[in-house]
Every structure is written in C-alpha cells, then in structure tokens.
C-alpha cells in the first residue's frame, strides 16, 4: 500500500513539474507572439507614420507617476528621433518580471532596449546576450555596471546622498536632541550599486558635516519591494516597533507614498520626519501639510530623454555617454508653494 501510494505521489509530483513547465513555455511563446505582433504593427502605422526603429522600456514600476514620467519624456523624444517607444508589459495580460521582459525583447529583435537594471548576475547575461545579438542596452535608474550596457542614465548617487544627509543635519538641528535615530529604506530584493553610493553619501556628508554633536544613528532598512502589497507589510514593521526613527529616508516614490500613509495611520504626524523622493501631487500636498518634511524633484521626462539620445548616438555614431546624470531638486515648506497646482518654478 505505501508503495503504490508512493508511485502515486511520484506521479502526481511529475505531472505537476510537467503542466506547470508547459504553462510557462506556452505562456511565454504567448507573449513574445504577441508582442511581435504589436511591435509590428507599431512599425507600420501609427497615425499613419512608418517608424525607423522600435524600442522597448522595461521596469516591473510601470503604472507608478515616476515612470509614467519617465515613459513620457521616452516616447516624446522617439517621436522626434522616428523612433516608437514601447512601455513593454503594459498591453500584455499576464504579469511578468523584468527578466521576462527582457526575454520577451530579446527573443522579438527590438532595435533598443532601456531597462532599469540591478547588479544580478542574471540581469547582466539577459543584456549582454542582447548586445550580442545587435540589440544596444541603456540601463535606467538602476545600473548593471558588470554588463555591456552601452550607457547609463541616473541621478547623481554620491550627490543626492549628501544632499539627504544635509537634510539630516539641518533636521537634527532644528529638533535639538542629543540623540537622533535615522532609517534608510533600501530595496531587500535587488543589487543596486546606485543605492549603495547614495547610502556612502549619507553616511560620510552626516560624520563630515555635524558641527551640533548630536549622535546621530543611521540605520538602514530593507524593505520588500515586490509589490504595493509587500512594501506597505515591510512599512509597517517598522511603525510596530518599539522605538520609532526620527527620520525615515525614502529612496522611491512608492515607498515615500506608503510611510506618508502609515504616518498619517498611526497618528504619528510631528514625530518622523519623512525624505521622500520624487514629487508627485501626492508627495508635493503631504509637504504642504507639514506630513513630509522634504522630497527630491528628479526631471524624470529629461532621463526619458536621455535615452533616447544614447540609443541615437548610439547607431549614428557607433558609441555613445557612458554617463547620462538628470537634473534633481529639493522642495520643501520653504518652496513648495512653486509646485502645488503645477504652478511654475525657477529651480
């Protein structure tokens, strides 16, 4: 009896393995079928215009305002340049990851790839293997410095840190605490260089600069970032512990968007001063309200442009930047006021 209830299980173990290893070989046939169809198409016509080349953007962020933004400032200058951009996943029924994606691209001979990368060894053989096969790559927001990415395109790490960490201190200084607790959330499931170097710019602008004495701790925190869901669970760890940080810096739009929530949540308002990043209506009303203390402005439609500019010099010249950097920002209650409703803004 144990025997035959073992063959059974054994074969209901394989025929498992074997429905779901073909699900997701058809489901991926699926999508590289499609999306060969609409890549296609979008050569044709649009509007009745036949475009020279067909560029995808890959990031696993795309319904967020940031890479809306991005995706916006993207299409606009491909237009320019004859080219069509393609936020790819977005027509697509089913739900894939960036590595998917990036098969997908792959496999269906785009002219140009614009991913936001991380430093996974997986992320890099995907955009080497498209570079051998003629297909240049342009990292965005998040790098693969160990791939043959032919350019990219971010904000100043170092820079942006120091300018966190300047926060930081004049924070510290207006409290007057002997002690003040800092938490940096950084994502758990990527390797991002990026990250890495703002952090080194936080922490060296914090024990360089700090002329009040106060100890300042600075912590940092993973947060996981699969998705909304993940993200706001991880938030609110964090709001459950004993002792709240006096400062939470946040390195993403959504993850600024979840602590702003949980603030208000638990009633917290007054005592954790929120970094938040990026300036979406959301992010630029909460420092109205005294809920964020500041934000930085990244001009997402200028690093949407950038690529395109590097893929262009790219196939008009055979090379291109290795570096594109996009202009940043910070608003806070001093000058918010120039960006509610859109208004405009000498920066």
Known sequence: MNMN???????????ILVATTLFVVVTSIIGIGFFRFYMNHFKETEDETRYQRYYALITEERKSSFW?????????????????????GSNLSTTYSREDLMRIAIDSGVDGIIVEADETKQMAELINEA??????????????????????????????????GRQILQIAEEQEKDRVKVSVLV??????????????????????????????????VSVDNTNAFSVEESIRDIFME????DIIICLNELNTTCVYQ????????????????????????????NVI???VSVDTEQMGQFCIDALTEYYDYGNTSQ????????????????????GEDEE
Do not use: H, W
């Not at 209830?5 to 025929?15: A, D, E, H, R, V």
């Open 68 to 88: 809306q933004s991005v995706y916006q400032g993207a299409y606009e200058a491909g237009v320019k340049e004859n080219a069509y951009v393609e936020m790819l």
């Open 131 to 164: 570079v051998d096969a003629g297909i240049p790559v342009v990292t965005l927001y998040g790098d693969s410095t160990q791939s043959n990415r032919i350019s990219f395109v971010g904000v100043g790490s170092y820079n942006l840190g120091r300018e966190y």
């Open 323 to 342: 570096y594109f950097t996009a202009d940043i920002a910070f608003i806070d209650k001093d000058n918010v006021s120039r960006y509610l409703g859109g």
């Open 187 to 220: 994502n758990s499931y990527t390797q991002n260089s990026s990250q890495n170097i703002l952090c080194s710019g936080i922490q060296e602008t914090v024990e360089n600069a700090n002329k009040s004495g106060t100890d300042i701790e600075i912590t940092l």
């Open 262 to 289: 949980a603030v208000v949540d638990y009633n917290k308002v007054g005592q954790v001063n929120i970094l938040g990043y990026y300036d979406s209506e959301t992010i630029i009303k909460a420092i109205d309200r």
């Open 293 to 295: 203390y500041a934000t």
């Open 5 to 15: 209830q073992n063959k059974i299980k054994k074969s209901n173990f394989t025929l």
């Open 242 to 245: 004993n002792e709240l940080p």
